[in-house]
């Protein structure tokens, strides 16, 4: 491939980082860092906003892409479509991404085929759980678990599968065989080689602080809003030995709440007076999308022609 090191490429035509870079990278944080705040993000463009905003880690949540796409969170989506939306986002954000892949979209082929998917789209690490199909959104009733030897065998493939991607074992059993079923649960997919354990749903402070205690880390904490478990402030589950924090949907809680005011207003007015100081303006966007990047991608790319041209 010719290089020229005088044309500085824009963003969108970077190479990516090189297979299982992001991966190590999300590695060497959970060594360095005692937590990390992980924002979710559901397009290219909100992974900008939050890489923006100084965060190291960003998630992609299977319930708010289902959401994106106006489906349930039912395990809908297909791994063709959860891979087009992983590598674009890494694409933009060139951050490490932890994606939630649901129960694997099958059995363990399938989570081993889904590993392999993923890894070479980006993801620096994959959620599975030990859910049955149709699954559900792990704080509402009517879950089903698959057996806990079911879950250690898909957990094996994912192993095998991958080459440095990160696997995150989530346990939604809390809801169906209790804390220690929980706990006993989490403790084989750590012995079965899960890099992080994701306990989904527990009910109170005491519960997050005696799950870490019993199983040990590296943790995942799940902040989800309108759920079973409290809000509790990151630094308090630091201090109770979880490392990474998510906040799955809300992002995406908060802009479906404005859009709806905007659209609500709109109709009602007729125009978007009102709402000009709560936008984005021009400029901002620009700057985010590295518009003049490209723009001067472009002139270099005709000069560059005219020159060859009266060079012939």
């Not at 589950?237 to 479906?256: D, E, K, T």
Request: glycine content about 6%; proline content about 5%.
């Amino acid at each position: 491939m010719d290089e020229d090191n005088t044309t500085t490429l824009p963003p969108a035509f970077q190479p990516l980082p090189p297979a299982g870079a992001l991966a190590r990278e999300l590695a060497q944080l959970l060594r360095d860092e005692r937590l990390l705040i992980t924002p979710g993000v559901f397009a290219p463009v909100i992974a900008l906003l939050a890489r923006e905003a100084g965060f190291r880690c960003l998630y992609f949540s299977g319930a708010a892409f289902s959401a994106l796409l106006g489906l349930p969170d039912l395990g809908l989506f297909t791994l063709s479509e959860l891979v087009t939306a992983v590598r674009q986002i890494v694409a933009a954000s060139r951050l490490p991404l932890i994606v939630d892949a649901d129960t694997g979209f099958g059995g363990a082929l399938n989570v081993a085929r889904t590993v392999r998917e993923l890894e070479e789209a980006g993801a620096a690490a994959i959620q599975i759980e030990d859910q049955e199909n149709p699954k559900r959104c792990g704080h509402l009733e009517g879950k089903r678990l698959i057996p806990p030897d079911a879950m250690v065998e898909k957990i094996h493939a994912a192993r095998r599968a991958r080459h440095s991607l990160l696997i995150v074992a989530r346990t939604d059993a809390r809801a169906i065989e209790g804390l220690d079923g929980a706990i006993e649960r989490a403790r084989l997919y750590r012995a079965a080689g899960a890099d992080i354990i994701f306990p989904e749903a527990l009910l109170s402070r005491d519960e997050f602080a005696t799950f870490a205690q019993a199983v040990g880390g590296p943790l995942l904490a799940n902040m989800t809003e309108f759920g079973k478990s409290p809000l509790i402030p990151a630094d308090e589950l630091a201090a109770l030995g979880y490392q990474i924090v998510i906040y799955p949907v809300s992002a995406l809680r908060v802009a479906l709440q404005a859009v709806h005011r905007f659209f609500t207003a709109l109709a009602q007015q007729g125009d978007q007076q009102a709402w000009i100081t709560h936008m984005f303006t021009r400029s901002e966007l620009y700057q985010l999308i590295a518009y003049d990047a490209y723009e001067r991608f472009d002139r270099q790319l005709a000069e560059e022609a005219h020159h060859g041209a009266r060079n012939v």
